[in-house]
T-cell receptor
Framework: EAGVTQSPTHLIKTRGQQATLRCSPI?????VYWYQQALGLGLQFLLW???????NRGNFPPRFSGRQFPNYSSELNVNALELEDSALYLC????????????FGDGTRLSIL | TQLLEQSPQFLSIQEGENLTVYCNSS?????LQWYRQEPGEGPVLLVT?????EVKKLKRLTFQFGDARKDSSLHITAAQPGDTGLYLC???????????FGQGTELSVKP
């Protein structure tokens, strides 16, 4: 069974540009989560989507947004990129429910020049 | 302020040694997960503990959830080079899907 898949693996952008990251969850999972893993800061919760709706968001500015499609895949969009947005962006999926185990993909490495 | 404190941050040991990693908090968690992450990859779920005092074993790895559900430990017996990686604890406080992660423990097991 395929795990969580993310694309692209690496993404290089310059300040002020916009980035789009994609995630396909494990088959049967309806919840998708996004986390940022920045050097020295650990994993920080960004967003939770389920059934096409944003269920919760972490302490990040509005230029971090996303959506979930009818097939449960998801996009994370980051507008007006700043240098400190350089990080590994991880997507996780789970069955619906606040207590369900989350399974991670291998991430997208976003580098801002 | 880090809600989940992991210790030690770095651990370098010889093959065959035992080790324990700690994950502590002043807050109660409804569940706690342990993950291992290798360079260039995402975290891989090792175990989920939900009941205070619960002990789970995964081959040479033993996980324990504190009685008050505020802390957890991971004990590895007879460590092997394949155990090398970043170990992360992550707690759930029923805050809308959000997992709260510790800073991680970087383990290096030398042959």
């Amino acid at each position: 069974e395929a795990g969580v898949t993310q694309s692209p693996t690496h993404l290089i952008k310059t300040r002020g540009q916009q980035a789009t990251l994609r995630c396909s969850p494990i088959s049967g999972h309806t919840s998708v989560y996004w986390y940022q893993q920045a050097l020295g800061l650990g994993l920080q919760f960004l967003l939770w989507y389920d059934e096409g709706e944003e269920r919760n968001r972490g302490n990040f500015p509005p230029r971090f947004s996303g959506r979930q499609f009818p097939n449960y895949s998801s996009e994370l969009n980051v507008n007006a990129l700043e240098l400190e947005d350089s990080a590994l962006y991880l997507c996780a999926s789970s069955l619906y429910g606040d207590q369900k185990p989350q399974y991670f993909g291998d991430g997208t490495r976003l580098s801002i020049l | 302020t880090q809600l989940l404190e992991q210790s030690p941050q770095f651990l370098s040991i010889q093959e065959g040694e035992n080790l324990t990693v700690y994950c502590n908090s002043s807050s109660v968690f409804s569940s706690l997960q342990w993950y291992r992450q290798e360079p260039g990859e995402g975290p891989v779920l090792l175990v989920t503990v939900v009941t205070g005092g619960e002990v789970k074993k995964l081959k040479r790895l033993t996980f324990q959830f504190g009685d008050a559900r505020k802390d957890s430990s991971l004990h590895i017996t007879a460590a092997q080079p394949g155990d090398t990686g970043l170990y992360l604890c992550a707690g759930n406080r029923n805050q809308g899907g959000k997992l709260i992660f510790g800073q991680g423990t970087e383990l290096s097991v030398k042959p």
